[in-house]
């Protein structure tokens, strides 16, 4: 038992280059609990309330939310299947259609949506735990705001250090904590009267509707799991081939969908009916487990900005040879993903054997078989 507990938690030395089968140890479930980490977070709630700021109907979002993550989830997952394959990361694998020095600015941009995602998970985090402080009769002042900053960024930056095996055991023994904590809130709103105006409508002409709803499907529908794209692979890449492509695929997809449906619907249901009060009126709502919630909040959003603020530093990074592009057999289009430059093949097979251009160090423009 011992050994088991050293090697969950032991330090995750690995780069971009491809993760070797005999350190693949990660498993569908697995998956699952660390991409619902992920999405169980404030920010969906006022994605959720969205469709109230747009003005339309509680059922009408409700579908807008549903059909729109059925569809961008999947796209979400297809990637992750990329990762389970290849055993690298996205920023790697974009260079298989972009090239090495192609891929530089799709590296950076993804490098600066890093960071903002950092400061956006970390700020409803620590206002909402400040909110359930002063519950407790503990002022919000410039000090209890300044000291849950530095608690909640301390414990992204040791996550972020350990990597990808601590993330994986935070979620493990945090997610399931966090979801009952969740079904409590939801409880509370569902069934309390006068929270939730189930028969709210649009009062917006036809045209303005129509753009209302292609907006919400853009930003919380189909557009959520895409957003979500850029990092598929960064997890996926510890499963080992033994596990089948379509258990990385649906694990991934139910920790996806799942939460981000969940909490996007409980935050539609409350703002139907609060609209502008909708911060102060879930406060309230959240009194009863206040206790347990400051636990929930302080692991929300923390946990996969860890891994955010690791991966950012290696998004510029000069790869490896054995990573400059991927994958020689078997990959997305069922065959995978051969790279050509100057006539020869380059890159890694699946089991990290660096071939072609890449042993003499050159990465050039790649293009799928």
């Known amino acids: 038992m011992a050994s088991e507990a050293r090697s969950e938690l032991r330090a995750d030395v690995h780069s971009i280059e491809p993760i070797p089968e005999s350190d693949k140890d990660s498993t569908g479930p697995q998956?699952?609990?660390?991409?619902?980490?992920?999405?169980?977070?404030?920010?969906?709630?006022?994605?959720g309330a969205l469709g109230i700021v747009l003005k339309l109907g509680l059922w009408e979002t409700i579908a807008v939310i549903v059909l729109g993550n059925l569809v961008g989830c999947a796209i979400f997952s297809a990637f992750t299947v990329m990762g389970h394959k290849t055993g690298v990361n996205q920023m790697v694998l974009s260079r298989s259609a972009f090239g090495r020095r192609g891929a530089y600015l799709p590296s950076a941009l993804m490098f600066l949506m890093t960071l903002g995602w950092i400061g956006v998970n970390t700020y409803f985090p620590v206002k909402i735990a400040v909110a359930i402080l002063v519950q407790f009769g503990i002022p919000d002042t410039w000090l209890t705001n300044f000291v849950v900053v530095t608690v909640v960024m301390v414990i992204q930056v040791l996550i972020g250090i350990y990597g990808f095996y601590a993330i994986r055991t935070f979620e493990k023994y945090t997610v399931p904590v966090t979801v009952v904590i969740m079904a409590l809130m939801s409880v509370l709103a569902w069934t309390r009267p006068g929270v939730v105006n189930w028969g709210l409508t649009s009062p917006l002409p036809p045209a303005a509707h129509f753009a209302m709803l292609t907006l919400l499907m853009t930003a919380i529908g189909v557009g959520w799991g895409i957003s979500w794209v850029t990092w598929a692979s960064d997890y996926s890449r510890f499963v080992p081939r033994t596990v089948s492509s379509s258990s990385v695929f649906w694990y991934s997809y139910l920790g996806m969908f799942v939460p981000t449906v969940w909490l996007a619907i409980l935050g539609l249901a409350v703002g139907a009916t609060l609209g502008s009060a909708i911060a102060s009126r879930t406060a309230r709502l959240m009194t009863p487990a206040a206790g347990l919630g400051l636990h929930a909040f302080g692991h929300l959003g923390a946990d996969h900005d860890a891994a955010d603020r690791r991966g950012a530093a290696e998004r510029l990074r000069e790869p490896d040879e054995s990573a400059l592009a991927v994958v020689e057999q078997e990959g997305v289009a069922r065959g995978g993903v051969r790279s050509t430059g100057r006539g020869r093949r380059h890159g890694t097979d699946l089991r990290g054997n660096t071939t072609g251009a890449a042993r003499a160090g050159r990465c050039g423009p790649a293009r799928s078989r």
């Open 31 to 47: 998956q699952m609990w660390i991409w619902a980490g992920a999405n169980i977070a404030p920010i969906n709630w006022a994605l």
